[in-house]
């Protein structure tokens, strides 16, 4: 059963871009603040964006104005453009869906993709 597929993931050098791609069961998808959160290896994982039913994004501030949320309501699809990527952007990331959330806590997802790995080289 399909609730969170990541897609778009891969290797980029420094200032390139990369567009991730969370396909979403319709049940999760249509009710839910979805989310991106990443994990770099011996980190913990951090919020990244967020993009609620009403379609209001938040993003952490070391990828605004680089990185942007969105949704495609006719696809329950969820994406992140990542651009000027940085070697510090590198990272797994995971798309997360939850009903109640803070947008940066990742305790409040119910959701959660298998993650997709992205590595940015300098």
């Known amino acids: 059963q399909v609730q969170l597929v990541e897609s778009g993931g891969g290797s980029v050098q420094a200032g390139g871009s990369l567009r991730l791609s969370c396909a979403a069961s319709a049940y999760i998808y249509s009710d839910n603040c979805m989310a991106w959160f990443r994990q770099a290896p011996g980190k913990e994982r951090e919020g990244v964006a967020s993009i609620y039913t009403r379609g209001n994004t938040y993003y952490a501030d070391s990828v605004k104005g680089r990185f942007t949320i969105s949704r495609d309501n006719a696809k329950n699809t969820v994406y992140l453009q990542m651009n000027s990527l940085k070697p510090e952007d590198t990272a797994m990331y995971y798309c997360?869906?939850?009903?109640?959330?803070?947008?940066?806590?990742?305790?409040?997802?119910?959701?959660w993709g298998q993650g997709t790995q992205v590595t940015v080289s300098s």
């Open positions: 997360a869906a939850g009903a109640t959330v803070r947008w940066y806590n990742q305790a409040d997802f119910d959701y």
